[in-house]
T-cell receptor
Framework: GAVVSQHPSWVICKSGTSVKIECRSL??????MFWYRQFPKQSLMLMAT?????????EQGVEKDKFLINHASLTLSTLTVTSAHPEDSSFYIC???????????FGPGTRLTVT | QKEVEQDPGPLSVPEGAIVSLNCTYS??????FMWYRQYSRKGPELLMY????GNKEDGRFTAQVDKSSKYISLFIRDSQPSDSATYLC??????????FGPGTRLSVLP
C-alpha cells in the first residue's frame, strides 16, 4: 500500500504558541489530503479536506483561523495549530488520496500536548 | 441516524476464533467500501477495499458487502492476538469524502 508519513510524531508546546504538523505522501501524488482529530478511544473526526493548490474545506465547527491547512504540493500538506490551548491537545492524523483512486491512506498520527 | 454505524464493542474472542465485524450504512448511493485496522496510538491502516456488492478475500481477511441490506462485514479467520485493534469501516463514492464508522474494538485473547 501507499505510504504516508507525518512529522513530528509527538510534540509538546506551551499554551499560546503555534505548532506545525507535516503530512507527506512518500510514493504517490496526493491530490486530496484530509486532516482528522481523534480523542482517546473515540472515532476519527474529520477537520478539513484540501486539494492541492486550493484552499481547504473545513468541517462545521472547525475554526479555520486556528487550524491553518496548506496543501502546496502533491506530496505535502501542513496543519498549523495557532495559539494552541490545552483543549487542542489531541491525536492529529492526516490521510491522502491519489488521483483517479478512492482509497485513502493514513499517516501514523501526531500526538499534540499543550501545556 | 449516522451515515455509517458500528457496534463499538469491545468484542473479545479466543485465539483461533472466526471474527465477524459489521457495519451498516444509510446512503444507498454508496458504492465503495473500505476496512481499516487501527492499533492504539497509531494511524489507521487500510486492510481491504471493495466496490459494490460481493466478497473479497485477502489471506485471513474477507470483506463482504450486501448493498440490498446496506450491510458490510469483515471476517477474520484464525484470529491472532496481534489482530487486537480497533476496526473501522468506511463507505462512500469515487471522488467524494468517505464516511467512517466509529470503530469496533477487538481483543483476541491468547
Amino acid at each position: 500500500g501507499a505510504v504516508v508519513s507525518q512529522h513530528p510524531s509527538w510534540v509538546i508546546c506551551k499554551s499560546g504558541t503555534s505548532v506545525k504538523i507535516e503530512c507527506r505522501s512518500l510514493d504517490f501524488q496526493a491530490t486530496t489530503m484530509f486532516w482528522y482529530r481523534q480523542f482517546p478511544k473515540q472515532s476519527l473526526m474529520l477537520m478539513a479536506t484540501s486539494n492541492e493548490g486550493s484552499k481547504a474545506t473545513y468541517e462545521q465547527g472547525v475554526e479555520k483561523d486556528k487550524f491553518l491547512i496548506n496543501h502546496a504540493s502533491l506530496t505535502l500538506s501542513t496543519l498549523t495549530v495557532t495559539s494552541a490551548h490545552p483543549e487542542d491537545s489531541s491525536f492529529y492524523i492526516c490521510s491522502a488520496r491519489g488521483q483517479d483512486t478512492y482509497e485513502q491512506y493514513f499517516g501514523p498520527g501526531t500526538r499534540l500536548t499543550v501545556t | 441516524q449516522k451515515e455509517v454505524e458500528q457496534d463499538p464493542g469491545p468484542l473479545s474472542v479466543p485465539e483461533g476464533a472466526i471474527v465477524s465485524l459489521n457495519c451498516t450504512y444509510s446512503n444507498s448511493a454508496f458504492q465503495y467500501f473500505m476496512w481499516y485496522r487501527q492499533y492504539s496510538r497509531k494511524g489507521p491502516e487500510l486492510l481491504m477495499y471493495t466496490y459494490s456488492s460481493g466478497n473479497k478475500e485477502d489471506g485471513r481477511f474477507t470483506a463482504q458487502v450486501d448493498k440490498s441490506s446496506k450491510y458490510i462485514s469483515l471476517f477474520i479467520r484464525d484470529s491472532q492476538p496481534s489482530d487486537s485493534a480497533t476496526y473501522l469501516c468506511a463507505a462512500g463514492n469515487y471522488g467524494q469524502n468517505f464516511v467512517f464508522g466509529p470503530g469496533t474494538r477487538l481483543s483476541v485473547l491468547p
